[in-house]
């Protein structure tokens, strides 16, 4: 993420999500064209006063946050624990994490695995010594699947459990429309109702797309293996994407991941941002955003 912002977690846009098999260890073999929006939680570090490191929430969803009981066990707090134990003498003692969440919470976006990767960037850059890459990536791993594609916060093809990772071939750039019901769904209960767990893969262009007609046309072939039981558990989501594919503009619209955030794309900033108008005055208690996608 040369010359971006390192504190922004930017939210990750699952384009699609094929489920291929289930291993022996209960994990699944997923398959995946990620993008990352250019709007996110915001992770920040400062020197604490008292004796230990904290975590301070603050954002529109800190309290959903701190309701759920997630707060005290955030992947923020254990990705300075894992910092700390690989590289002992590397950082001031205590910090204050804060955390301004402004996504909503189990969405969906990779939230927070973004979170994570975020601390571990931020952590990274004030260590006392240099942090190889490598190294920063194998703790990403071990905070969980998703954050070390969170970690480098570009377009990639996701496969295995989600940690194979490959750049994604050149992509036309496009905006997103983003809307989430308010409701979080259980990414657990959500596979479990999958009606078959061995679907088929896709196969991206190795040359990539140029124009976002052709990019929604492929897509269209593609699919969420996700989305029927997210539906059946939350029908909101379904109702939210109808009226998604029929905004002025849009060329795709999917859900995210295992929901229950939906994204639409369009051709430009300025457009989606029109489309977001509109879709609030259609789904007023909806989560609605626009936004550009990071290069």
Not at 155 to 164: Q, S
Not at 261 to 274: K, S, V
């Amino acid at each position: 993420m040369a010359g971006a912002d390192i504190g922004l977690a930017p939210a990750k846009i699952n384009l699609n999500l094929h489920v291929l098999g289930r291993r022996p260890d209960g994990f699944h073999r997923l398959q995946s064209l990620v993008v990352f929006a250019r709007l996110g939680d915001r992770v920040s570090i400062r020197p604490a006063a008292g004796p230990d490191d904290r975590l301070v929430l603050a954002g529109p969803f800190a309290p959903v946050l701190a309701e759920q009981a997630q707060g005290d066990n955030n992947l923020v707090m254990a990705a300075l624990s894992r910092f700390r134990e690989k590289f002992p003498d590397a950082l001031p003692h205590p910090l204050t994490l804060e955390l301004e969440k402004n996504l909503p919470v189990a969405a969906g976006m990779g939230g927070g695995s973004a979170d994570a990767a975020a601390a571990l960037r931020l952590l990274a850059r004030m260590s006392r010594h240099p942090v190889q890459p490598d190294d920063l990536m194998a703790l990403a791993a071990s905070l969980g699947s998703d954050v070390p594609v969170c970690l480098n916060a570009r377009a990639a093809l996701m496969e295995g459990t989600g940690t194979r990772l490959s750049p994604a071939p050149p992509l036309p750039p496009f905006a997103l429309v983003l809307a989430n019901p308010g409701k979080g769904l259980s990414t657990a209960r959500v596979f479990d109702g999958l009606a078959r767990r061995d679907n088929p893969p896709f196969a991206f262009p190795e040359r990539g797309v140029a124009r976002l007609e052709r990019l929604a046309d492929w897509l269209r072939t593609t699919r969420n293996d996700l989305e029927p039981p997210a539906i059946a558990l939350l029908p909101e989501t379904g109702e939210g994407l109808a009226h998604m594919r029929r905004l002025p503009g849009s060329a795709f619209a999917a859900m995210s991941g295992s929901g229950a955030t939906l994204f639409a794309l369009f051709a430009n900033l300025e457009a989606a941002r029109r489309a977001a108008e509109q879709l609030r005055k259609e789904l007023p208690g909806y989560w609605i955003a626009a936004a550009d996608i990071l290069p």
